[in-house]
T-cell receptor, first 109, second 118 residues
Framework: GQNIDQPTEMTATEGAIVQINCTYQTSGFNGLFWYQQHAGEAPTFLSYNVLDGLEEKGRFSSFLSRSKGYSYLLLKELQMKDSASYLCAAMDSNYQLIWGAGTKLIIKP | GAVVSQHPSWVICKSGTSVKIECRSLDFQATTMFWYRQFPKQSLMLMATSNEGSKATYEQGVEKDKFLINHASLTLSTLTVTSAHPEDSSFYIC??????????????FGPGTRLTVT
C-alpha cells in the first residue's frame, strides 16, 4: 500500500534550526512536495523535489533520497510565524498526491 | 498568479439541507481540480478528482450521490453536499492544477470552506 510517515509534533526555539523528516512508500514516484498549513487555513506550497539532493529556498530547504524513500524539510532561523503544520506529500505514478498526516511545529520564544 | 478562490468561506446549515461550494481558478485554466476534506488535527483526505467536461473520479468510501461534483468550465468546479448531516461538518478544500504548468504538477489550494451542520 501507499504510506507517508512524518512525526506528529515537534517543538523548537525561535532562531534555531529544525528538521522535519518524512518517509514514503508509493506506487511509482513523481516527486515529493512540502506544504505549510496554518490552523484554519489551506496549505501553501513550500517545495518540490524529484531528484536526489538538497533544494534551498531562503530559510527553507528540502532534501530527497529516492533510494531511501526519505525526505526532510529544514527550517533555519526559526520565527514565531513558522508555527504551523507541515505536510509531506508524495506523487505516485498516476500523479496523485499521497498526503502525510502533517507535523505540527511549535515554536517557543 | 495561480490564485484559487472558494465560496463561501464558511457556512452553517441545518441537517437535511444541501450546500454548494464553489471553487474557481482566477488567473489560470485548470483542467483538473481536486476536492479534499480535513477533520480537525487530521491530514487532507482526497474526496474526488474533477476533470473539466467529464465525470468526477471519487475516492473509495466517498459517496458520489451525496457529494455531487460538477466541473463545468476550465475555471469552475462545484461540490454540493446533499442531505447534509452533522458528521459532514468539516473543512473542505479545493485545489487546481495549472494547465500550462508542466514541471511539477503543483496543486494550488483554495482558502477552504468550513461547513458546520447543525
Amino acid at each position: 500500500g501507499q504510506n507517508i510517515d512524518q512525526p506528529t509534533e515537534m517543538t523548537a526555539t525561535e532562531g534555531a534550526i529544525v528538521q522535519i523528516n518524512c518517509t514514503y512508500q508509493t506506487s511509482g514516484f513523481n516527486g515529493l512536495f512540502w506544504y505549510q498549513q496554518h490552523a484554519g487555513e489551506a496549505p501553501t506550497f513550500l517545495s518540490y523535489n524529484v531528484l536526489d539532493g538538497l533544494e534551498e529556498k531562503g530559510r527553507f530547504s528540502s532534501f530527497l533520497s529516492r533510494s531511501k524513500g526519505y525526505s526532510y524539510l529544514l527550517l533555519k532561523e526559526l520565527q514565531m510565524k513558522d508555527s504551523a503544520s507541515y505536510l509531506c506529500a508524495a506523487m505516485d505514478s498516476n500523479y496523485q498526491l499521497i498526503w502525510g498526516a502533517g507535523t505540527k511545529l511549535i515554536i517557543k520564544p | 498568479g495561480a490564485v484559487v478562490s472558494q465560496h463561501p468561506s464558511w457556512v452553517i446549515c441545518k441537517s437535511g439541507t444541501s450546500v454548494k461550494i464553489e471553487c474557481r481558478s482566477l488567473d489560470f485554466q485548470a483542467t483538473t481540480m481536486f476536492w479534499y476534506r480535513q477533520f480537525p488535527k487530521q491530514s487532507l483526505m482526497l474526496m474526488a478528482t474533477s476533470n473539466e467536461g467529464s465525470k468526477a473520479t471519487y475516492e473509495q468510501g466517498v459517496e458520489k450521490d451525496k457529494f455531487l461534483i460538477n466541473h463545468a468550465s476550465l475555471t469552475l468546479s462545484t461540490l454540493t453536499v446533499t442531505s447534509a448531516h452533522p458528521e459532514d461538518s468539516s473543512f473542505y478544500i479545493c485545489s487546481a492544477r495549472d494547465l500550462e504548468q508542466g514541471f511539477a504538477y503543483e496543486q494550488y489550494f483554495g482558502p477552504g470552506t468550513r461547513l458546520t451542520v447543525t
